[in-house]
């Protein structure tokens, strides 16, 4: 086949694919995306989704939920297997039946939630999913659809307990730190600060996270924490992050690296302070951190005008000198 028709060929089917696919991918919004709650045993809650489909066609969603658990330290969610119906995916009573709007429409899915008595303290996680594919749909269908969620973050009170503790909290220069040190020694902002906290107890936890900058000469900086509203289930860390600094000292030659050093003239040694609080009791939990900044290119580049400053003051000093005592023997 000559080479022109079969790019013709791969055209045209890039062309289908993109029409096909366009009008199969799921396009709805959902409100709320987030539920957090304390539920005690053998007491139920209520409420509502509002479904809007944003497409231009009619669309079929399929409800379903699932348990999920904390994938890593981002706050990424890991969900389980359909077949687990344990725990809140248990609890949950909602239609199973499709949900079929025309463009632009909306509509509101209710949903329960029904603690037993039996049921023990602790936090709970699930997720209340919509898709454009029934449960039940092939793997080949996979590439197609879509599916989006509502995500409930319920604590089960009784014998659980809150908890947290500060598993780690250090400052990460950009690039190498410029010696081996206990410290942080870095040339130029900025600085990230990365503060990682660890769930303890039994139940969910939303961290209020605070981290103060001090310099050498006691001015404070506070810096934005984020994400600023990130739950910890129970039992997992959450990685929290924040930047002493502008975004303007990143590498580049020396010229360049020396005016961004002057722009943002800082030295010496900071302390960060970070402060973590949560609970119904409003506990907090401390942490600090050190590090040091040393310009080096602005500390050459004076050192090398103060030497040349005493070399002119010297030189200036010899020859008024020279030319008194030229005169007094002239004299």
């Known amino acids: 086949m000559h080479f022109y028709h079969k790019r013709l060929i791969i055209l045209a089917f890039v ?25 005690k045993p053998g007491s139920a809650k209520y409420g509502q989704v509002t479904l809007f489909n944003e497409t231009s066609v009619k669309q079929s969603y399929y409800p379903t939920s699932l348990n999920f658990s904390a994938d890593g ?9 359909a077949k687990d119906v344990t725990g809140l995916n248990k609890w949950f009573s909602f239609g199973i039946e499709p949900i ?34 029934p449960a039940d749909a092939g793997a080949g269908s996979v590439g197609v659809g879509g599916r989006i969620g509502v995500i409930f973050l319920v604590n089960v009170t009784g014998d659980a307990k809150e908890g947290a503790e500060i598993e780690s ?15 942080v020694m870095t040339d130029k902002l900025p600085v990230d600060i990365e503060l990682r906290v660890k769930n303890t107890g039994g139940l969910h936890i939303v961290p ?39 975004k303007s000292a990143t590498d580049g030659d020396f010229l360049y690296n020396l ?3 002057w722009m943002e003239f800082t030295v010496g040694r900071y302390r960060a302070k970070a402060t973590v609080s949560y609970g119904s009791e409003n506990q907090s939990i401390v942490a ?8 080096w290119r602005t500390g050459l580049c004076l050192g090398i005008i103060s030497v040349l ?9 010899r020859k008024t000198v020279s030319a008194a005592r030229k005169k007094t023997g002239e004299s």
């Open 288 to 295: 600090v951190s050190t590090f040091w900044i040393l310009p």
């Open 309 to 317: 400053l005493v070399l002119v003051i010297n030189g200036y000093n």
């Open 259 to 261: 005016r961004n050093e």
């Open 15 to 39: 062309v289908l694919s993109f029409f096909f696919t366009r009008n199969c991918v799921l396009a709805i919004t959902v409100s709320p995306v987030k539920y957090e709650f304390d539920l």
């Open 73 to 81: 330290e981002s706050g990424r969610q890991k969900f389980s297997d």
């Open 169 to 183: 909290f250090k400052v990460i220069p950009e690039g190498d730190s410029l010696f081996r040190s206990t410290e």
């Open 100 to 133: 079929t709007l025309g463009p632009g429409e909306y509509t509101e899915f209710d949903w329960s939630i029904n603690v037993p008595e039996s049921a023990e303290s602790g936090g709970y996680s699930a997720v209340l999913l919509f898709s454009n594919l």
């Open 208 to 246: 209020k996270c605070e981290i103060k900058v001090t310099d050498i000469f006691g001015r404070e900086s506070f810096l934005d924490v984020f994400p600023a509203d990130g739950t910890i289930l129970p039992g997992t860390i959450r990685r929290f992050h924040s930047r002493f600094g502008s």
